[in-house]
């Protein structure tokens, strides 16, 4: 039998078990250097270029500067550029003069007691709106008290409230302002004063929704249409107000009158208003007919009748949106009986002081230059709420207690608030300075 004898030692063994750590070592070092300056090689070349691009664009950049600031009219160019800018800033901050006749309309007594004006002045650059007024009240019936027409005018401030929102389609989405006409072709507000068989409340207030309008369908345009479209909308309005024609809008894609009201749903109708068809919105709310038990979220998305909740929710109908106004049910005690409404506005106060908000400054017997009549002329300064007055608050209404509302700056509306100032009394008039022909002031 062969044998086989390890003459190394095991010390030799050892070693060159050593040895060839030390050489797998070494390898492993020299490709790691080499790899490291090749990934170093790789990195300079890539900083390297991109020094030479931005060197590059820097060079450009400093011709093009030198060019922009070559031109003579470069501090005019920047500042239109800021302006354009600020645009949306500065339509939301500005305020509506025109507004200034839709307050007179609703402060100015008319009737049996009745206040003309001779001279206005109004003032919007003082952060609150001021309105300076001279006229002249009358009482024209017996017990002819002109002082009680003066001191009832100015009582009734406090009473005095404004409201705007928004009109919006049944699925709550809102129309654009230049897609609603909300007064007559004379300037009169759109009102409808009967009364629905057994209903105790007249419908009220109403705006047509000219529903083939371009951008007048929000529920069924595209959102970019709708920014499209959203322009000047409160001064389109106006060049409306007071003209014998409306505004043409232009026309979308007109609907079949089968499309137009399955969007609008079963109680809204169509109508034709000066040659287009419209759909009529109620502002004020149809209490019998949208009147449902229930809360909003019950409405069913197939359901096609308005609800109108006890707590003032409206759903399911086109309807006007208060920012300020709020309507409250009660149900009653009669079997039978339909809840009784009311509407609410605490917070939106035409003469925020009140009564305190208009200071008499002068008062003295006159007489009235047409009718040779003993009146008593004054002067005034009446201080307003400014967001009446602020253009991003659309569809604005001023409201007097007795809901004596005209919305308009028609002259043909406000021509009759206006009388030539009364006369100063003479010193030898018995009449004017006894009161015998107004009564005992």
């Known amino acids: ?32 250097a080499i790899a490291s300056v090749v990934v170093s090689l ?24 030198a060019k922009i600031n070559s031109y003579s009219d470069l501090s005019e160019f920047i500042t239109i550029r800021d302006q354009l800018g600020n645009l949306a800033t500065i339509s939301d901050s500005r305020m509506l003069l025109s507004r200034t006749f839709n307050i007179l ?31 002249q009240a009358d009482a024209r019936t017996a017990p002819f008290i002109d002082y009680n027409v003066l001191d009832s005018f100015k009582k009734s401030m406090k009473f005095m409230r404004y409201d705007y929102g928004e009109y919006v389609d049944k699925n709550g989405e809102t129309i654009p302002s230049y897609c609603m006409i909300e007064n007559a072709a004379d300037g009169s507000t759109l009102y409808d004063s009967s009364k629905k068989d057994g209903s105790k409340y007249a419908r009220g207030y109403y705006a047509y929704w000219l529903i083939d309008g371009d951008g007048c369908r929000p529920s069924l345009e595209e959102k970019e249409d709708e920014n499209e479209n959203e322009e000047d909308e409160e001064d389109v309005a106006n ?38 068809r419209v759909v009529k919105v109620w502002r004020t709310p149809q209490y019998d007919d949208w009147y449902t038990s229930g809360d909003a979220e019950s409405v069913s998305e197939n359901d096609s009748n308005p609800h109108l909740t006890l707590d003032g929710a409206i ?40 009564d305190e908000g208009i200071v008499i400054t002068d008062s003295r017997n006159g007489k009235d230059d047409e009718s040779e009549s003993l009146v008593l002329a004054f002067a005034a300064e009446i201080t307003f709420e400014t967001n009446f007055f602020a253009y991003k608050n659309k569809h604005m209404m001023a409201v007097a207690p007795t809901e004596r509302v005209n919305v308009t700056d028609s002259y043909v509306q406000i021509q009759s608030l206006f009388a030539k100032r009364a006369s100063d009394c003479s010193s030898d008039d018995v009449e004017c300075q006894t009161n015998n022909a107004g009564g005992e002031q």
């Not at 003309?116 to 300076?132: C, H, R, V, Y």
């Not at 709020?326 to 605490?346: A, C, F, Q, R």
Request: proline share 4%; hydrophobic share 35%; charged share 20%.
């Open 42 to 65: 790789v990195f300079w070349s890539i900083a390297a270029g991109q020094q030479a691009v931005a060197d590059g664009k820097k060079k450009t950049l400093d011709t093009l500067s």
């Open 105 to 135: 309309s609703a402060i100015i007594p008319r009737g049996a007691d009745s206040i003309s004006l001779s001279e206005l002045t109004i003032n919007l650059e003082e952060g609150t709106p001021l309105i300076k007024i001279e006229g």
């Open 315 to 354: 759903s399911n109908v086109p309807h006007f949106k208060s920012a300020c106004t709020t309507y409250v049910g009660t149900e009653s005690t009669k079997l039978g009986e339909k809840p009784t409404w009311k509407s609410v506005n605490d917070e939106c106060k035409l003469v925020p002081n009140g």
């Open 1 to 32: 039998m062969a044998r086989e004898i390890n003459l190394v030692p095991d010390i030799k063994n050892e070693m060159l078990k050593a040895m060839k750590i030390r050489n797998y070592t070494l390898f492993a070092c020299i490709v790691i």
């Open 239 to 276: 060049t409306r107000i007071g003209s014998t024609t409306i505004v043409t809008i232009p026309q979308s894609n007109a609907l079949s009158e089968t499309e137009i009201k399955s969007y609008i749903g079963s109680y809204s109708s169509i109508e034709e208003y000066q040659g287009q």
